[in-house]
């Protein structure tokens, strides 16, 4: 062989070997490689270490205090810790103790519960309303939620109405009285099991989650002890509430007829409800109709004569009724169903002398001094009272149907006749209306669809100046009527007063 070929052979036998052995080193190595675990908090590794369960055996050993607080078996770390299992030829491990220590720096434990998420539709608020974030409840266990809904939903209905609708036993209406036919919330809730941050508000119990939902996350809560000679009408009228307040603020009430005990604290808290509950009512109830007068002209009688030759008898019916419940208000729609006629009303017929020279004109078919602004039958559906902490100044009628005649109340001279403007300071009350009568006396007419007169004109008692409407911010179709000394919403000095008690006292 020659000498080039020998030496050919041996690197070729050389280059063999080393391959072999490379190759054998490299085989050995991934044959070694080690399991392990990489660990991350917050999206950044913290360490490598050998057994992911000695950690967590570690800091559910050593988190005591949050065990004993939650009354729970387990705890675990920060929702946004990590651990990867790898293969790994390092044996620079990080301890489990060292892992705990970076993780208790946070102080960011969880605990295993359900998380609640509350959603409001923009289509359940008006244009001019803000709507809420999604909010967010969190409870170690899902009935603490259920029981705290029920106790939110007894503090607006009784037990007997709420158990016989949710066995589905309300009786069919067929006499006085009203059932309800429907509940729900507004909005849309939704849970799911997660681990929940130590940090973060967690209810252990129900009682105080369902003060939350009505009066707001950690509402202070105002409370008040019962004297001598104290109502519920007078305890709400100390503490701006009106009646329905106070007994949704305090549910072993029933009624505001309740006779208190003197020394009973009682929850004088105005209410901000987180969530909406809804019920629907199916009512029947007596519909009075005021009679209408006639007066006829006898000029064979002297000036000033005056005699009622027929009594006026009011009429009666009863009235098949729907309406809505929204955390306690009643809308200010009701849906007149149906009308039976129980009596029919009788006109009064007065028989007057003629009249002074320079006096002309005669009453509109309407009973009293002051004549009622709607057709009937009617319903009040909101009273002159303080509202969710605010005065509602005046009475909300319905049941006349949207676009049926609005009457002035009185003589007087349309002072404001007002389309209704979004970005204008009364843009709540829609289209509306302002009438000046006698002695300095205003009265408005709210939530018009339209106008039937032009401001600065004169009008009589019965005129139709409007049509009722749904304008402006409102709850269903009603007519707002108020009454003030001195003119509203000019600027200058303005008292509100009770149509009911100030001019229909009588009535």
């Not at 929850?267 to 009512?283: D, E, S």
């Not at 389309?419 to 939530?447: M, T």
């Not at 039937?452 to 004109?457: D, R, S, V």
């Amino acid at each position: 062989m020659k000498t080039k070929d020998i030496i050919i052979t041996i690197i070729l036998t050389i280059g063999i070997i080393i391959l072999y052995f490379i190759n054998e080193k490299y085989d050995t190595k991934i044959n070694s490689a080690n399991v392990a675990y990489k660990v991350y908090l917050d999206g950044e590794m913290i360490g490598l270490i050998e057994d992911e369960e000695e950690l967590y055996e570690l800091i559910n050993n050593e988190q005591l205090a949050i065990k004993n607080e939650y009354n729970v078996d387990y705890v675990y770390p920060p929702d946004v810790f990590e651990i990867v299992k790898t293969n790994t030829y390092s044996s620079n491990f990080t301890t489990a103790s060292d892992i705990y220590k970076m993780i208790e720096e946070r102080d960011d434990f969880t605990i295993k519960g359900y998380t609640i998420t509350i959603r409001y539709d923009k289509d359940d608020y008006n244009e001019n309303e803000e709507v809420p974030k999604d909010f967010v409840i969190n409870v170690l266990d899902t009935d603490i939620f259920y029981d705290a809904i029920k106790s939110y939903i007894l503090a607006f209905v009784s037990e007997e109405d709420y158990n016989d609708f949710m066995n589905d036993d309300v009786e069919e209406l067929n006499d006085i009285g009203q059932v309800i036919t429907n509940m729900y919330f507004q909005e849309k809730m939704m849970i799911k099991e997660s681990l929940i941050s130590i940090n973060d508000k967690i209810y252990t119990d129900a009682d105080s989650l369902t003060q939350d939902l009505l009066f707001g996350v950690d509402a202070e809560m105002d409370t008040y002890v019962v004297k001598a000679g104290d109502s519920i009408n007078s305890i709400s009228d100390e503490f701006s509430l009106n009646p329905q307040e106070f007994l949704i603020a305090n549910p072993t009430y029933r009624s505001e007829d309740v006779m208190l005990n003197i020394g009973d604290s009682v929850n004088v808290t105005l209410i901000n409800p987180i969530i909406t509950f809804i019920y629907n009512v199916y009512r029947i109830e007596e519909s009075v109709t005021p009679y209408s007068t006639d007066t006829k002209t006898d000029t064979s009688k002297p000036y000033g004569y005056k005699e009622i030759t027929q009594s006026g008898i009011t009429g009666l019916s009863l009235n098949y009724e729907t309406y809505q419940v929204k955390n306690g208000e009643a809308s200010s729609q009701i849906n007149i169903e149906k009308t039976v006629p129980i009596r029919s009303a009788v006109t009064e017929i007065t028989i007057v002398g003629p009249s002074r020279p320079g006096v002309t004109g005669t009453y509109v078919n309407l009973e009293g001094e002051w004549g009622w602004p709607t057709n009937q039958p009617s319903v009040i559906t909101s009273r002159y009272y303080m509202r969710w902490g605010k005065l509602h100044e005046g009475i909300d009628i319905s049941g006349t149907g949207y676009g049926s005649p609005i009457y002035a109340i009185a003589d007087g001279v349309a002072v404001n006749v007002s389309p209704e403007c979004k970005s204008c300071y009364q843009w709540s009350n829609g289209n509306y209306i302002v009438i000046k009568h006698d002695n300095n006396i205003y009265s408005v007419y709210a939530h018009l669809s339209g106008f039937n007169i032009t401001e600065g004109q004169q009008v009589k008692k019965g005129d139709v100046i409007g049509f009722m409407g749904n304008s402006g911010f409102v709850t269903g179709t009603h007519l707002h009527l108020g009454l003030y000394k001195g003119e509203p919403f000019a600027g200058g000095y303005t008292q509100s007063m009770d149509p009911l008690s100030a001019i229909y006292s009588g009535s």
